[in-house]
């Protein structure tokens, strides 16, 4: 499954960043200026976080401009969704 490649990926390059704790993962959200934002990898099971995964596969395939998984959606989406499943 491409999903799991594009994380596969990601999570190899956040593994040489100390910036990331164990058990999250940092993406890069925005439209136009792009944000990282450091999240649990538990938000990878929810259905919500999953589409976000889905739109990124259709617009950037495997080549993520930032370097690492980059979202394309806005940051106040991504935020909103975000604070809905910690709530969870």
């Known amino acids: 499954m491409a999903i799991r490649q594009i994380l596969k990926r990601s ?4 593994r040489r960043s ?3 704790p164990k058990g999250h993962l940092a993406v890069y959200v925005g439209e136009n200026e ?3 934002f450091v999240v649990p ?3 990878l099971n929810h259905p919500s976080f999953q589409d976000l995964l889905c739109q990124a596969e259709e617009e ?3 080549h993520h401009p930032m370097g690492g998984l ?3 959606c806005s940051q106040d ?3 909103d969704l975000t604070s809905r499943l910690s709530r969870t």
Do not use: A, H, M, Q
């Open 60 to 62: 950037f395939g495997f």
């Open 77 to 79: 989406l991504f935020v």
């Open 11 to 14: 999570l190899s390059n956040e």
């Open 18 to 20: 100390n910036e990331v």
């Open 41 to 43: 990898l538990s938000y």
């Open 34 to 36: 792009k944000k990282r």
């Open 70 to 72: 980059t979202i394309p």
